[in-house]
């Protein structure tokens, strides 16, 4: 048996096309599908939140572990599912007591993941400092598994690099960042061992707003008054995301590559670019 394995991290689930994108898109993996597959799925349902119903669909697809952001709470019955929603992981940082867990180890074939969901704070809600927060998740998860991927979910590039830098020299094997919706394109390695990205980017419309619909977007700045955003739903659908080739031995990421793909329907027909 090979010490290797290749795990797949997409950026942010929006909405139904979002959904449709990444169902068809791991299902045209077929034998190629990664041994390991993590999303966000703080969009998913309709831009904001996650219901039951879709967290199922999305692990029903494929799926093994969902993490999320800011959005986790948009939609009431989360409160109903989130305790004992297995394979969804909230940011960590946030206060003591708070529903749902920061991280999860998800054990698939024999090997354990540890998957840990955090919060930057600049521009973003108040939320505990994630520094002291995330060593001592990263401690408790390496007496179980060497390979730990964390979703830093925040805005500003800087405080993603200085957290991918600080946890790369604690052996983390992955830091992917989400919630700007937009992939940036600096994939590398830290430390030997670290994958990494300042924003693996979003899964849904490629034509609106970062997913959603450019008329809604555009009349909240130019009027300056709450506009409701609706999910954008052009057809035209994309698949941002990265993948890691580990070692699950020292839990090191020796390969990393971005995944940029363009899923479109056409008339009942999916075609596939990138
Ligand atoms: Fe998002
Ligand atoms: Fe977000």
Redesign the pocket.
Same mark, same amino acid.
């Given at each position: 048996m090979t010490n290797k394995i290749t795990v797949m991290f997409l950026g942010?689930i929006v909405g139904r096309p979002g959904r449709w994108a990444v169902k068809n898109y791991i299902a045209s993996l077929k034998e190629n599908k990664p041994d390991f597959i993590i999303a =966000?799925a703080? =969009?998913a349902s309709h831009g904001f939140g996650l219901t039951r119903k879709n967290y199922n669909e999305l692990l029903e697809c494929g799926i093994d572990c969902l993490t999320s952001? =800011? $959005?986790i709470w948009d939609k009431r019955e989360i409160f109903e599912y989130i305790d004992e929603a297995d394979k969804l992981i909230r940011p960590i940082n946030y206060p003591g007591g708070t529903r749902g867990k920061g991280y999860g180890i998800i054990e698939k074939n024999g090997l354990k993941i540890g998957v840990i969901n955090v919060l930057g704070r600049t521009f973003m809600g108040l939320v505990d400092s994630p520094w002291e927060i995330l060593q001592n998740a990263v401690n408790e998860i390496k007496e179980e598994t060497p390979v730990i991927i964390i979703d830093i $979910?925040a805005e500003a590039s800087a405080e993603k690099i200085c957290m991918a830098k600080y946890f790369a020299k604690m052996g983390v094997t992955g830091i992917f960042g &989400? $919630? &700007? $919706?937009v992939q940036t394109a600096d994939e590398r390695i830290y430390e030997n061992c670290c994958g990494y990205i300042t924003d693996a980017g979003f899964c849904g419309d490629s034509e609106g707003v970062i997913g959603m619909e450019y008329e809604t977007s555009v009349k909240r700045l130019l009027t300056s008054i709450p506009e409701r955003l609706e999910v954008a739903a052009s057809g035209k659908n994309q698949i941002n995301g990265v993948i890691v080739t580990v070692d699950v031995l020292t839990g090191k990421t020796e390969a990393i590559k971005r995944i940029n793909v363009q899923m479109n329907v056409s008339e009942e027909n999916i075609i596939m670019k990138g």
């Open positions: 942010d =966000n703080e =969009n952001g =800011n $959005h $979910h &989400t $919630h &700007t $919706h």
